[in-house]
């Protein structure tokens, strides 16, 4: 047999291999841990945590010890607020992963990670519609209608410091996947454009009320997205509590009740504490 048919049979035999016995890239997968504690393990394994609230927080299934080196690549925070920002600076320090947030937020952190072992440099501070690449993961910024004080963490001292502008985020994975997290936010005429200019897949809302959107609003909110964006296939209530949650909070039995009121084609995934999900375009 000649080089040339060598080589052809090869190549043929290459491909057959290929196509026989390629793994498919796995699916972005999302945990919710209570409140607004999500993580997000995108296609290629890059494991993305939002307001990681793990002390104080009765529903979150792990500690600040249970993170290790490597465990997270990226954390992103919506506000100062406890609740919000969460432990976001010791578990950064404690995995060596980046957070990226508004600037005035972040300059805090950076004042603060060295405390826990951790490095200024893992902060990388930005403003509304800034933007962040982790391996084939970008995230862009955008604004809340919320607060942001940072709490002193005093008792005697509840003063809260300035934390710039509340925001949210919008992903888009690996496989073009685009998740809107709305943070903590009041209901927008914001929430149109981010439908119209972002167009996301997945879009997680708040529903606690009091303090941001309660589920009337949200299931508003949610009609606002779908604005121009034939894409927005599921909606996630979020900032909700199971253990503890205040007589005020509403809840995802609420929220689902009112889409359904305005008859939205849209499908409410009203996630478990723990439970993992599988998202798709």
């Known amino acids: 047999m000649s080089n040339y048919l060598l080589r052809s049979s090869f190549s043929i035999f ?6 026989v016995f390629a793994v498919p890239a796995s699916a972005v997968e999302m945990t919710f841990y209570g409140n607004q504690n999500f993580k997000f393990v995108s296609d290629d394994g890059k494991v993305i945590l939002i307001n990681p609230w793990v002390k104080g927080n009765k529903d979150a299934p792990m500690t600040v010890d249970s993170y290790k080196k490597g465990d997270v690549d990226l954390i992103l925070t919506t506000s100062g607020h406890g609740d919000d920002q969460g432990n976001a600076v010791e578990i950064a320090a404690r995995t060596g992963a980046k957070i990226f947030t508004v600037a005035e937020l972040g ?4 004042s603060e990670i060295e405390k826990y072992g951790g490095s200024k440099d893992q902060i990388y501070i930005g403003a509304i519609s800034g933007r962040y690449k982790v391996g084939g993961v970008s995230v862009q910024l955008i604004q809340a209608a919320h607060g942001s004080g940072i709490s002193s963490g005093k008792k005697d001292h509840p003063a809260r410091y300035y934390g710039g502008p509340a925001s949210g985020s919008v992903i888009t994975f690996e496989n073009g996947l685009k998740v809107l997290m709305a943070g903590s936010t009041g209901l927008s005429i914001e929430l ?3 439908g119209m200019r972002f167009q996301p897949h997945v879009a997680l809302v708040p529903i606690a009320g009091r303090f941001m959107m309660g589920p009337e609003d949200a299931a508003f909110a949610t009609k606002l997205l779908m604005t121009d964006n034939p894409n927005l296939k599921t909606v ?4 909700f509590r199971v253990k503890g949650r205040p007589p005020w909070m509403g809840t995802p039995v609420e929220f689902e009740a009112e889409v359904k ?3 939205i084609n849209v499908n409410v995934l009203s996630p478990e504490i723990g439970k993992t999900y599988t998202l798709s375009k």
Do not use: D, R
């Open 14 to 19: 290459a491909v057959f291999v290929t196509l």
């Open 236 to 239: 996630v209530p979020q900032h």
């Open 261 to 263: 009121k305005l008859g």
């Open 192 to 194: 149109k454009l981010f």
């Open 107 to 110: 300059l805090w952190m950076k």
